[in-house]
């Protein structure tokens, strides 16, 4: 139900976009988040943004990483600029109606999840 594309390799500094459309319905009424799990680690809270548009960031990614939405288009992206290697993972994006603030940066509190995408960042 949810599909993440827009992963890559990038060299330290630069910048990516991912996106993850989603067939939730009706989309505008659900909490979107990002997380992503490098190799060896768990998987971690990025960032969220709920149905009336306030976005949440981990410590580690903001003001680099900004997330939005478009329901028009059930989309929510995640631009992510300065990246660093420690950047480096795949990238999920979640879905759930039902969560509240407290429980955003946590992945058991999502019903629906993406596939991943990869995201390197590398020299």
């Known amino acids: ?27 505008r009424d659900y909490v979107m988040s990002w997380f992503r799990q490098a190799p060896g680690k768990e998987r971690e809270f990025v ?9 949440f960031y981990a ?3 903001k003001g680099r990483f900004t ?7 059930n989309t929510v992206y995640l631009q ?3 990246l660093k290697p420690e950047d480096t ?5 979640a879905a759930d109606r039902q969560a509240i603030v407290s429980s955003y940066f946590r992945a058991e509190t999502y019903d629906y ?6 995201v390197t960042v590398s020299s």
Do not use: E, H
Not at 1 to 18: D, E, K, W, Y
Not at 48 to 53: E, L, M, Q
């Open 47 to 55: 960032s969220a943004i709920n149905r009336g548009r306030s976005p």
């Open 89 to 93: 993972a795949v990238y999920y994006c």
């Open 67 to 73: 997330i939005s939405r478009d329901n028009a288009k």
């Open 113 to 118: 999840w993406g596939q991943g995408t990869q």
């Open 80 to 82: 992510m600029n300065s």
């Open 59 to 61: 410590d580690s990614v």
């Open 1 to 27: 139900q949810l599909q993440a594309s827009g992963g890559g390799l990038v060299q330290p500094g630069g910048s990516l976009r991912l996106s993850c459309v989603a067939s939730v319905v009706p989309f």
